[in-house]
């Protein structure tokens, strides 16, 4: 079996060799010599223009071309980590040759966190990290080329704000999310405010946010707190459309004294309105009486549809017989 491996290898070898030959030969006699570049073409491009993609590859209109300049060129085009596969083709008349790429793109799939940066906000930073990573909106391919080109482009915006520390990155949800953040820094939170907030006592949400403050600033954090913890609060009044926004935060300069040197955590939240019950229809109960299913529930018809009880209901009431209720503003 072992010698039956080792011929199917050298075959295997000797088709790639016999390949690599082939393309290099086809070139080389087909063609003259001294090719001059005189069009290049991209098939497969759908996220990059054919202008960049020609930058990104270093080659120009009208210079002297031979298969080891494209090949150079193809792989230059991979070193971008913008594309999982590259390959070309050529064809001449006289003297001047169009080299055709044919490319598959990396999809940016990739949504990118920058979890305590509190010197510049989210637009700024993806101005900063897009003039030297072209086509950066806040998402990046999977592709660990780029990955590290945006922590190079983030260190240098501390070094050119004087800011210590280093920055590191982690990946979480499947690799499709990817957080970059600032080690070596201390942020602690010193307050959090919510614009938009009237559904809910202020005292009430400042109260439930106390396991934030004097801890270190983190917008994953501080995210997936609020979201466990606030929205219930606006579930439980009514307000079923209620969401946050995502987190802003600021570093306090020396005029605020209170929270010098410390960050105030912005936490904007779109009320909607607030609900109440409608009606409750149940179809199909034979066996549990139309009270008994809306003791599960707890709620009456022109009670504040309260989201917790809501759910709270549905668990024990799941799977006995189909239900569905009408809800309208308060």
Same mark, same amino acid.
Request: hydrophobic content about 40%.
């Given at each position: 079996?072992?010698?039956?491996?080792?011929?199917?290898?050298?075959?295997?070898?000797l088709?790639?060799?016999?390949?690599?030959?082939w393309?290099?030969?086809?070139?080389?006699?087909?063609?003259?010599?001294n090719?001059?570049?005189?069009?290049?073409?991209?098939?497969?491009l759908?996220r990059?223009?054919?202008?960049?993609?020609?930058?990104?590859?270093?080659?120009?209109?009208?210079?002297?071309?031979?298969?080891?300049?494209?090949?150079?060129?193809?792989?230059?085009?991979?070193?971008t980590?913008?594309?999982?596969r590259?390959?070309?083709?050529?064809?001449?008349?006289?003297?001047?040759?169009?080299?055709s790429f044919?490319?598959i793109?990396?999809?940016?799939?990739?949504r990118?966190?920058?979890?305590?940066?509190?010197?510049l906000?989210?637009?700024?930073i993806?101005e900063?990290?897009? !003039?030297?990573?072209?086509f950066?909106?806040?998402?990046?391919?999977?592709?660990?080329?780029v990955?590290?080109?945006?922590?190079?482009?983030?260190?240098?915006?501390?070094?050119?704000?004087?800011?210590?520390?280093?920055?590191?990155?982690?990946?979480?949800?499947?690799?499709?999310?990817?957080?970059?953040?600032?080690?070596?820094?201390s942020?602690?939170?010193?307050?959090?405010?919510?614009?938009g907030?009237?559904?809910?006592?202020?005292?009430?949400?400042?109260?439930?946010?106390?396991?934030?403050?004097?801890?270190?600033?983190?917008?994953?954090?501080?995210?997936?707190?609020?979201?466990?913890?606030l929205?219930?609060?606006? !579930?439980? !009044?009514?307000?079923?459309?209620?969401?946050?926004?995502?987190?802003?935060?600021?570093?306090?300069?020396?005029?605020n004294?209170?929270?010098?040197?410390?960050?105030?955590?912005?936490?904007?939240?779109?009320e909607?309105v607030?609900?109440?019950?409608?009606?409750?229809?149940?179809?199909?109960?034979?066996?549990?009486?139309?009270?008994?299913?809306?003791?599960?529930?707890g709620?009456?018809?022109?009670?504040?549809?309260?989201?917790?009880?809501?759910?709270?209901?549905?668990?024990?009431?799941?799977?006995?017989?189909?239900?569905?209720?009408t809800l309208?503003?308060?």
């Amino acid at each position: 079996m072992t010698t039956q491996f080792n011929s199917l290898l050298v075959k295997v070898r000797l088709s790639l060799a016999l390949l690599l030959v082939w393309v290099t030969v086809a070139f080389g006699q087909s063609t003259p010599q001294n090719l001059r570049l005189s069009k290049i073409e991209f098939t497969g491009l759908q996220r990059y223009d054919q202008a960049q993609v020609i930058a990104l590859s270093g080659l120009q209109i009208g210079q002297v071309i031979t298969a080891d300049v494209l090949d150079a060129a193809a792989k230059q085009l991979l070193k971008t980590g913008l594309f999982k596969r590259v390959l070309y083709s050529s064809r001449c008349q006289g003297e001047e040759a169009t080299v055709s790429f044919e490319v598959i793109e990396m999809q940016w799939t990739v949504r990118c966190i920058f979890d305590n940066f509190v010197w510049l906000n989210d637009r700024e930073i993806i101005e900063a990290v897009r !003039r030297e990573v072209p086509f950066f909106d806040g998402t990046a391919p999977e592709s660990e080329t780029v990955i590290e080109k945006i922590k190079s482009v983030l260190e240098r915006v501390l070094q050119e704000r004087e800011v210590p520390g280093r920055i590191d990155y982690f990946y979480a949800a499947g690799s499709k999310e990817v957080a970059f953040r600032v080690k070596g820094v201390s942020l602690l939170v010193c307050a959090v405010t919510f614009p938009g907030a009237a559904g809910v006592e202020e005292n009430l949400l400042r109260t439930t946010v106390k396991p934030i403050i004097n801890g270190e600033y983190s917008k994953q954090y501080v995210t997936q707190f609020a979201e466990n913890n606030l929205m219930p609060l606006y !579930r439980q !009044r009514g307000y079923l459309r209620a969401r946050l926004l995502a987190p802003q935060a600021r570093l306090e300069s020396e005029a605020n004294k209170g929270c010098k040197n410390r960050v105030t955590v912005t936490l904007p939240v779109e009320e909607g309105v607030a609900y109440s019950l409608g009606q409750l229809v149940w179809a199909g109960n034979q066996v549990l009486s139309v009270s008994t299913l809306e003791g599960l529930f707890g709620l009456k018809t022109g009670a504040v549809a309260d989201g917790l009880k809501i759910e709270a209901g549905m668990g024990p009431s799941r799977g006995l017989m189909p239900g569905k209720g009408t809800l309208k503003p308060s």
